[in-house]
């Protein structure tokens, strides 16, 4: 798969989730929920502003470049994630979000 192609990077994502439900389900006995997927959501947008103030040397903790990577990468997935539950279609509201902004600058 190319690691270029959205609908791809959808998939895969998608696919990943499924096998972290069955091991939610292995090892608790049911998935998350929606509200629990949103809390890990922002749980890793927390430490990507923590990484990037290490990056930036604003937070005493070298050598953070390849986590900050890792949870920017992360964040993505999360948002795919939320969206295909919530029944919303990422790509729409991508479009949609720049859409509307570009139209707002461009006033």
Do not use: C
């Not at 809390?39 to 050598?63: E, N």
């Amino acid at each position: 798969m190319s690691k270029n192609n959205l609908d791809d990077m959808i998939n895969r994502s998608l696919e990943l989730r499924k096998k972290y439900h069955e091991l939610e389900v292995q090892h608790h006995g049911s998935k998350w929920t929606v509200e629990e997927d949103a809390l890990a959501f922002l749980t890793d947008a927390g430490l990507v502003d923590r990484y990037t103030m290490a990056q930036q040397q604003r937070w005493p903790k070298a050598g953070t470049d390849a986590e900050l990577k890792h949870k920017l990468g992360e964040n993505i997935w999360w948002l795919i994630v939320l969206a295909n539950r919530m029944d919303i279609d990422i790509k729409d509201a991508l479009d949609h979000f720049l859409t509307k902004t570009e139209n707002l600058i461009n006033k």
